[in-house]
Every structure is written in structure tokens, then in C-alpha cells.
């Protein structure tokens, strides 16, 4: 088996099995996954999830209330929640072919409980490299925030003060290094 890694993700069981639950569990506890918790029906899991956040939903198809494949491409659409769909072997192919788009994983039944782990662990690595992803996007766009409130006050200090560019440029990084604060904090009092 593989080492045992942390895993900071919620993984949501949805299967109106119970054998399907406890085999899933089993396979998945004393992995690190901050909680594991399950579900026997499209509706439960429904509620649950407007209750709480998961990284990852699997579904053991069909439930007892639907298919499964309709609550599915709903967490996929209305999420960034990792959706997986275990499906009877001879309608995995048509499953897939339902809800690939919606970039949800299918693994046809009966799975072993290795092919469910490496699908969840995939899914959790996907989320991690999206998060960090998204955490670069903002410090860029903080940044370039900056960069713009540092050239309008740099524009207001050569307008009003009569400066030039590099003069502007020097006072602002002067001031920001001599009170201890950002670049952008000076430009917000420039510009007032």
C-alpha cells in the first residue's frame, strides 16, 4: 500500500450500501483525511452539503432515491468539489460518457478498494495543486494592485509637487521603508 500521507480534505460517502460504506471507510481511515462521513441517499447528501463543505464527494450508484449521476453533476457545476461515481460495470461506459464534461471521475464496479483510494488521493492532489493555483492568481492580482495605486500616486506627486517620475518613485519607496509600512499604504495617503 501506499505511505500514509496527511490528507486535509472532507470526503462525503454517498451509497445506499452499507457494505459499499464500510468497505470504503475501511480502505480510507488512518489515511489523514480530516473527516469521512456517509450518506444513504441523493436527498441526505443534498442537505448535507448545504450544511457543510467537502472536498470530495463519492457516490456509489444508484441510490435509493435517484441514479446518482443527476446529484453528482450538481456538486461538480455548483462546486470545486471533487466528484467521483462508482458505477455498475455494465453502465460505466454511458455514466461517463454523462458526466465526463462536468469533470467528474467513474469507476466501474466492482472496484477494488486500491482503484477507490488512488481516485480519491487524485482528486485531493487536483485540489491542492488548484488551491495553490488560486493562491498564486490573488497574490498576483494583489500585487498588480499595487502596482497600479503606486503609479497614480507617483502621477499625483508629479501633477501636484512637480516631480519627476523617478523622484515620485523614490519618495514613495523612502517613505514606505522609513515608517515601516507598504508601498501601497503611502500611495493610499497620496492619493487621499
Known sequence: MAAQTKNDHNVLIVSSYDKFTASVMRVLSGRGYRTI??????????REIL?????????????SDETGV?????????????????APGESSEDVAERVTDHGIIVVAKPATGRLLLRNVRLIGALLDKLKGAQKKVLTLEEKMEEIRLVNRAKWILIERDGMSEDEAHRYINKQ?????????????????
Open 37 to 46: 462521513e456517509a450518506k444513504k441517499s441523493a436527498s441526505t447528501a443534498r
Open 51 to 63: 450544511e457543510k463543505s467537502y472536498d470530495i464527494v463519492l457516490i456509489n450508484t444508484p441510490l
Open 70 to 86: 443527476e446529484l453528482g453533476i450538481d456538486i461538480s457545476d455548483s462546486s470545486s468539489t471533487g466528484v467521483i461515481i462508482a
Open 176 to 192: 514606505a521603508m522609513d515608517r515601516c509600512v507598504s508601498k501601497k499604504e503611502i500611495a493610499g495617503e497620496i492619493i487621499g
